[in-house]
């Protein structure tokens, strides 16, 4: 599949102290632009930067952001089960598809961040009943956005009881998104519910996740095609190499952090980073392209400029699209 602006998305980590009016306008450049969607993180606390960040709540702001967009798509990369249940999340996503005209995406995660459960009190299962978890949570939505107006669910975690599930989403299937680097079951959950499969990693990392995903599919007779596959990359990139090393200083410095900036950077790249000039930044993309990517989440922070957003789509985009 050939690349387009479409296939970028400006994802950003909510937690890191970006307010409302941050994130209105990165997603009204983003849609200016013509880039494909607007995705944010789902934290109630930071990771990387000071507790006293500002944290905004994921669906709140996307709701806001449905009615101040047209075009773009909105979801959240991911949201984890442990915070809502499930009916909870199923009414809030169809409402604001129903605000949005139908461009509502939802990732799902099992969680991870064990320290946001505890300052806030909420239960941090062990990881085994966090995927018991998720697995219902996923039968549960789906099923609450299906067309059916009686759906009865009786799960170890979870209950429904003839449930309507109004309002249904605007799209006929709401979009699905799994993350992960799990081997077994993140692989197995992404065959059965999910329209897009999203993880991060280097290229090798990249592909072999990738690739149990879509075995999975095969493993239960879904065609394998049918399924998008995404990478999630930290996104420090200039016109030039130069303007990338800046980008990286002002990341470093806004979580915080003090000493050299290079072996930050260094320590990150077999993680998975889209770093460099644009053309660097081009061969990576082609790269995860040949192998299968047809969608890059930009994980950007803290919340890009303008000018920024402006750099990607002038330099970068037309190199992958062309």
Known sequence: MALTAASFIPMIEGQEGSTYADLLRVAQTAERLGYGGFFRSDHWLPISGARTLGVTDAWATLAGLARETSR???GTLVSPMTFRHPSELAK?????????????????GAGWYEGEHAAYGIPFPP??????????????CTALWSASDTNTFAGQHYQLSNAPGYPKPVQKQMPVIIGGKGARRTPALTAR?????NTGGNLADWTERSQRARAACEAIGRDPETLALSWHAFTIVGATEAEAWDVAKARFEHTGQTGDVRAWVAARGPQGMLFGSAEQAAEQIHAYAKAGCSRFHLQIVPAPSDAYLEMFAASIIPLVTG
């Open 72 to 74: 773009i798509r909105l």
């Open 92 to 108: 809030q996503a169809a409402t604001i598809d129903e605000m949005s005209g139908g461009r509502v995406e939802v990732g799902f």
């Open 127 to 140: 990881m085994k009943e966090r995927f018991d978890r998720l697995e219902e949570a996923l039968e549960v």
């Open 193 to 197: 519910f999910a329209t897009e499969f």
